[in-house]
């Protein structure tokens, strides 16, 4: 699994709404946060799908076979405050033949969540920290 750095910002644009977080662990939200994600990545170009729910946040599928690339979107630790981070799953016949593209894709993914969030008025200290290893 590849995985890039973890995106924060605060904003008040993504409302919480009742039983979202059903599908999460309990005070995990971003269902809002993902959907405005996903439109703005079908606007740049990228094959964006329908969101998933997870135990750790809201999940936007982003098709680029043969990997499977995500953006997951939570809430962070105060009221509205945002994580978000990209990771890729699969290739492994592109991994035993040495042709992994995986890390290039989700450096290209993670450049157009940084460059969405940097030129949206609803989106306020943007910080960047470093993919846990």
């Known amino acids: 699994m590849k995985r890039a750095p973890l995106l924060s ?8 709404t009742p039983g979202e977080d059903e599908g999460t662990n ?16 079908i606007r740049a170009g990228f094959n964006a799908g329908s969101l998933i729910a997870e135990d750790f946040g809201w999940c936007v599928p982003v098709k ?3 990997y499977s690339l995500y953006v ?3 809430s ?3 009221a ?3 994580q978000i981070f990209v990771f ?12 992994d593209r995986s890390a290039e894709l989700v450096v290209d993914l993670h450049t157009t969540l940084r460059h969405c969030l940097e030129s949206s008025p609803v989106v306020y200290g943007l910080g960047e920290e470093p993919a846990a290893q």
């Open 26 to 41: 309990p005070g995990i939200y971003g269902r809002e946060l993902a959907s405005w994600i996903s439109e703005q990545l």
């Open 72 to 74: 997951v979107c939570a």
């Open 64 to 66: 680029s076979p043969p």
């Open 88 to 99: 890729s799953e699969g290739g492994l016949v592109d991994r035993f033949l040495r042709k």
């Open 80 to 82: 509205a405050q945002w």
């Open 9 to 16: 910002f605060e904003s008040s644009a993504f409302p919480v």
């Open 76 to 78: 962070g630790p105060l």
